[in-house]
């Protein structure tokens, strides 16, 4: 499942979506709006950090001065509309060929050329003696090759890319045992936009992005309030319960859950199953009250999604910092990554 290009290894996915060895390396979440990552020491999470998004090279040089220490041994997690995740079923066929027998397909399961992407793949689950369930993740060549050239211009080594909605799914089976017993969505609520991930009882079944946004939230209160962006955000963030921001956003919530339940209904259509749960993540999940709007709206049990729950990775006894609890929620890609 691995990817070769530029002599650096791609590898976007790893067989059961949960990597079981950690070591020494830096998880770097490039969002659309900040830049987000972790420091993993011999199997430990030792630091953080969070910055508004910069040309990248001027990430990878802030990381060598702020962190002189930090592993150049680097994972990377990706959103872009370069890069797509799909599930579908597909024959059975022999794993030596199945690289060969997917890129002759390609075109059925992504809008471009197969020679314009990057692909990588996993078999989820078996569906009957003659089909298996696979897990297809492109990204175009030319997003990918630029991302590389940025760090191989600073001297740092891209060990794995990936992208955000793996990443998140990962953390989530991670976590959270009980995904086997339940059918539940992910919603990582995004600067520019938010990743939906469905799963039936620890199964991917449905990947897309969805058009609301932390940056539509503070908009809203801009304009509400007549205050700047970075005002607005500091009264989004010091909300005292759920009313209050209900109450700012009232005439938004029903519209962005009505895309969320349009995705609901896809998966009980074709599953014939009802969906059990629903996990937020994201910067907005540090909200007092965000989960309770949600459940209200959607009717349905509505949970914050921890990345620091307890799984394969652990704190060292210097972490974490103080600025930990206020961002942890926009570190959860970055755990995720890190697994």
Request: charge should be positive.
């Amino acid at each position: 499942m691995l990817q070769k290009t530029q002599n650096k290894t791609i590898q976007f996915i790893k067989r059961n979506l949960v990597r079981k060895n950690s070591k020494t390396f830096t998880a770097i979440n490039l969002g659309n709006y900040f830049t987000k990552g972790i420091i993993v020491k011999k199997g430990q999470i030792v630091d953080c950090f969070i910055d508004t998004k910069q040309d990248l090279s001027e990430v990878i040089e802030k990381l060598k001065i702020d962190r002189k220490t930090f592993p150049k041994k680097i994972r990377v997690s990706l959103k872009s509309p370069a890069c797509l995740v799909r599930y579908f079923p597909f024959p059975k066929t022999e794993k030596k060929k199945l690289r060969q027998a997917l890129y002759y397909q390609l075109n059925k399961f992504i809008p471009y050329h197969p020679d314009e992407v990057y692909f990588d793949y996993t078999i989820l689950k078996e569906i009957d003696s003659s089909q298996n369930y696979i897990l297809l993740a492109a990204a175009k060549k030319d997003y990918i090759d630029s991302i590389l050239d940025s760090f191989k211009k600073k001297g740092v080594l891209i060990s794995e890319i990936t992208l955000d909605s793996i990443s998140l799914i990962n953390l989530y089976l991670d976590g959270y045992p009980e995904s086997k017993k339940v059918n539940c969505c992910v919603l990582d609520i995004g600067h520019s936009f938010s990743t939906m991930n469905i799963l039936e009882k620890g199964v991917p079944f449905f990947s897309r992005e969805a058009k609301f946004s932390a940056k539509d939230v503070v908009e809203i209160i801009t304009r509400i309030k007549d205050l700047s962006e970075k005002e607005a955000g500091k009264v989004l963030f010091n909300l005292e319960k759920k009313d209050d921001l209900f109450t700012l956003l009232e005439e938004n919530i029903s519209d962005w859950c009505k895309e969320i339940k349009n995705s609901f209904d896809f998966f009980e259509l074709n599953k014939g199953k009802n969906l059990d749960k629903l996990y937020l993540s994201g910067g907005l999940a540090s909200i007092p009250g965000i989960a309770d709007i949600f459940s209200e709206n959607l009717e349905m049990d509505t949970e914050v999604l921890q990345p620091d729950k307890p799984g394969s990775l652990k704190f060292s006894d210097a972490f974490p910092n103080k600025e930990y609890e206020k961002y942890k929620h926009n570190l959860a890609v970055s755990f995720g990554l890190a697994l």
